[in-house]
């Protein structure tokens, strides 16, 4: 039997052993380039289940967020640059193509919000804020982040309940709708009825937003030093970076359901101001149910005039309300944009309107002497005393008291007349171009230098003259804010004498304070006329002080 194998094992070893030499002479086709691409795809690989293993892939979405808003930002560079090349402004063509640009572009930067999300959201919704200094293309569009809901996982507000409390919401809730009706920067809402049948509305944080905040900060911060170091003419990249501290706290809903009881406290002397009461049995660090309000945004010209309210009520009562923050209690909303502010009509007397207060997680307490300075400032301001102003100014760690006061008021502090004329010559408007432009640069500086309390403050009051832009400019609001100030300042004893002395000073405010406000109506309405009868370009953005905060 082993005679007759043997032949074929033979046969069969010698093939194989002169095969395994052949393939031994064969040279190696794989490149060296071959070999290191298998290595990285291979690492790349590794990573990638790695990370899905332990982080359920946060830091491949990570990535992808920062090189989708990388290739959008430089999408929009590249389409400025080369739509635009060769073009002059003033030419016709250049006025014609700006518009298609500036809508291209927020549609880009509206789809790379959506898709990125989270503090994405924030900055996009801050960036619609600015009405009065972005274009009208990018206003437009991103305003629709103030309620887009964003897309979440299948059953993630589910397991988020459970992880929570313990049970998912139609449990907690005697009725829970998982169709969401509104989308904060960091949150979705919900309605939902208690099992006491009182209708509440639920903000439930994204699932993902912590893990992920830290990444996004600093992407975000780092496509903000590289728009500054390619355009030198971006100047707020430093808003964000100064303002981390103060977004950490939104992520914490117990924190701001904190402060929507103490802003409630504070400005429950004001009938025309409510603030949704907190259910604290069902509120955590990610999960906030308040009270459900029937109402409208205070951007909404439309439900508004439905509801047969006042626009130039709404908005001074608005001045109003962020006043008595600003001067009397501290205490300040910074993030008042449209989407937290509703309107809606007293419930306890339906002749009257009331402002509902929404979204309360970033605030900043002014101590006492901030408050005080910054009241005596206005005061001065009204009072065309530049000594005070300065005194006050400097009390604040504000150098620049002229810039700083332009800043507050946000059109100049004086206008110096060159005489009224029947039309305005090529030296005149070169004369105010110029000083725009000096008002500006001077801004900017004075920006910087200021304290980081002051920066919420100017970014209230910039949010709020947004909204009141949108209705028209009924109300000066300057005035409002006057008075507001003024009102701080009162003694706290009540005796004739002070009350004489009240009396008289606020009188003489209230004198200065028109003959002001009527000059700025005066030379505002004498440049507007020059404009409609042909004797002088727009000059409308001559005459107002534009900050980005």
Request: charge should be positive; aromatic fraction near 10%.
């Amino acid at each position: 039997m082993f005679q007759h194998i043997w032949p074929v094992l033979n046969i069969t070893t010698r093939r194989c052993f002169h095969s395994s030499r052949a393939l031994k002479s064969v040279p190696r086709k794989r490149s060296l380039a071959r070999s290191l691409a298998y290595g990285l795809t291979g690492s790349i690989a590794g990573a990638v289940m790695y990370d899905g293993l332990t982080n359920g892939f946060e830091n491949v979405a990570g990535a992808q967020r920062f090189l989708r808003s990388f290739a959008i930002g430089l999408s929009i560079s590249v389409d400025y640059a080369w739509s635009l090349k060769g073009l002059q402004e003033g030419d016709g063509v250049y006025e014609a193509l700006l518009p298609e640009i500036h809508l291209r572009s927020a549609k880009k930067l509206l789809a790379g919000c959506l898709a990125n999300g989270g503090l994405y959201i924030k900055i996009g919704q801050g960036v619609a804020a600015v009405n009065h200094i972005i274009p009208k293309e990018y206003v437009d569009t991103l305003r629709q982040l103030e309620d887009r809901c964003l897309t979440r996982q299948p059953g993630e507000v589910r397991a988020l309940f459970v992880q929570d409390f313990g049970a998912p919401p139609e449990e907690l809730f005697a009725s829970f709708q998982y169709e969401p009706i509104a989308a904060a920067s960091l949150a979705q809402v919900f309605r939902a009825v208690t099992q006491s049948g009182e209708q509440v509305a639920v903000k439930v944080q994204y699932a993902d937003l912590r893990r992920r905040f830290d990444g996004d900060l600093r992407t975000i911060l780092f496509l903000q030093r590289l728009v500054a170091l390619l355009h030198k003419n971006y100047n707020f990249g430093w808003i964000v970076e100064d303002l981390q501290g103060t977004l950490r706290e939104e992520l914490d809903f117990v924190h701001e359901a904190k402060n929507a009881e103490r802003c409630a406290r504070d400005l429950a002397r004001l009938d025309f101001v409510y603030v949704p009461k907190v259910f604290w049995t069902h509120t955590n660090e990610r999960i906030l149910t308040t009270e459900f309000i029937d109402g409208c945004k205070v951007s909404d010209r439309k439900a508004i005039a439905a509801m047969q309210l006042d626009l130039a009520e709404i908005d001074r009562q608005l001045f109003t309300a962020f006043g008595q923050q600003i001067f009397s209690t501290g205490f300040v909303h910074a993030d008042p944009h449209p989407g937290n502010v509703f309107v809606r009509k007293d419930p306890a007397n339906p002749r009257r309107m009331q402002l509902v207060l929404l979204d309360h997680g970033l605030y900043e307490q002014l101590a006492p002497a901030v408050r005080e300075n910054l009241a005596r400032f206005w005061e001065a301001i009204v009072l065309r005393d530049h000594a005070a102003m300065q005194r006050f100014s400097q009390a604040l760690n504000v150098p620049d008291y002229r810039t700083f006061a332009e800043i507050l008021l946000q059109r100049p502090l004086e206008l110096k007349g060159r005489g009224f004329s029947t039309r305005l010559t090529e030296q005149d408007l070169a004369y105010m171009t110029r000083q725009a432009k000096d008002h500006f640069d001077r801004i900017m500086g004075t920006l910087r230098a200021m304290p980081r309390n002051l920066i919420l403050v100017i970014r209230n009051l910039n949010t709020i003259r947004s909204i009141a832009l949108d209705h028209g400019d009924p109300i000066d609001r300057p005035r409002i804010m006057a008075r507001c100030a003024l009102a701080a300042l009162g003694p706290a004893r009540r005796t004739v004498r002070n009350f004489l002395w009240v009396t008289f000073r606020k009188l003489r405010f209230e004198f200065l304070l028109w003959r002001q406000s009527f000059h700025y109506w005066m030379v505002s309405n004498y440049l507007k006329l020059l404009t409609r009868v042909g004797r002088a370009p727009d000059t409308s953005h001559l005459m107002n002080i534009n900050v980005a905060v």
